[in-house]
């Protein structure tokens, strides 16, 4: 099992830069698929980024392809999300998530079995 917890959120202009980290707990991090959600009001919890267990593959989502990078240590157990070029659109509440075992897709949020608590990025116009 694994515990996460989001940090790096905050409010910040349209063209600006965030980059959000993922500390986990637990000994098998490195094992974990990790993935990128976020939500925002009103709206259904969508795929942003995921990462495999070694880093050596990545996953984006249209909308932030080319703005974000996805990137792990796992060594510090710590998964990171560096948005650039930021748009208002983006603002919502970010999770990190773990893959474990799950028939789900990795872009789905059925396909991840913890969550963290998320950290809020708002981007004004």
């Known amino acids: 099992q694994v515990q996460l917890v989001e940090s790096g959120g905050g409010l910040v202009q349209a063209g600006g830069s965030l980059r959000l980290s993922c500390a986990a707990s637990g000994r098998t991090f490195s094992s974990y698929f990790m993935g990128w959600f976020r939500q925002a009001p009103g709206k259904e919890r969508e795929f942003v980024a995921a990462?495999?267990?070694?880093?050596?593959?990545?996953y984006y989502a249209a909308s932030v392809k080319g703005r974000c990078t996805i990137s792990r240590d796992n060594a510090k157990k710590t998964v990171y999300l560096q948005m650039n070029m930021l748009k208002p659109e983006d603002t919502a509440l970010y999770y990190c998530?773990?893959?474990?075992?799950?028939?789900?897709?990795?872009?789905?949020?059925?396909?991840?079995?913890?969550w963290g608590q998320g950290t809020q990025v708002t981007v004004s116009s």
């Open positions: 998530a773990a893959r474990g075992q799950s028939d789900g897709s990795y872009y789905t949020p059925l396909g991840y079995n913890y």
């Open positions: 990462i495999s267990w070694s880093g050596g593959s990545t």
